[in-house]
């Protein structure tokens, strides 16, 4: 394995470290439910997510557990796949993916061992709040938002490309 694999590999290994440390100091600090407001819009909040984003299928009766830890298996799989596929130009892609593999391997350890995912941000606006959310779902959406640059800019590029042909 060359170190620009590696680097992309550490950095999701950093990505399941601070998640699963920030989800231990969260449920040993706090009791279920409990909130702590740190600013005017975000809470610390212990709460469990046996489904999936925005608590999809999280009253399903358990079958859910298993769906979703067969889909973050799959990913995790076909990430690693891609990116010792990738070129050593193809970083912002390297980046991207990184951050997606390490929020899902995070949230497939707790899924896995716990039966749910922990969350414990909460940012809200008066007394709307959007679903409580962790690290590896912050990894996830960061990473997803770079592959969606990165496929804006590599279709620019390749428009670009073609009109200089």
Excluded at 24 to 39: D, P, Q, R
Excluded at 86 to 105: C, E, K, N
Excluded at 115 to 127: E, N, P, Q, S
């Amino acid at each position: 394995m060359s170190w620009n694999l590696g680097r992309w590999y550490l950095l999701a290994g950093l990505v399941i470290l601070i998640d699963q440390l920030t989800k231990y100091w969260v449920s040993t600090v706090f009791s279920y439910h409990e909130t702590l407001e740190v600013l005017p819009f975000l809470n610390l909040i212990l709460v469990h997510n046996p489904g999936a984003a925005f608590s999809f299928l999280s009253e399903a009766g358990g079958w859910q557990r298993w769906f979703f830890a067969l889909i973050g298996v799959v990913v995790t799989v076909v990430i690693v796949v891609w990116l010792s596929r990738l070129s050593t130009r193809q970083s912002l892609l390297a980046l991207a993916l990184s951050l997606v593999l390490g929020g899902a391997i995070g949230n497939l350890w707790d899924r896995i061992l716990l039966g749910y995912v922990v969350d414990f941000v909460d940012i809200y606006y008066r007394h709307y709040h959007w679903p409580a959310f962790n690290v590896a779902d912050t990894a996830i959406t960061l990473g997803a938002l770079l592959l969606i640059l990165e496929s804006l800019l590599a279709s620019k590029k390749k428009k670009l490309d073609c009109d200089h042909d």
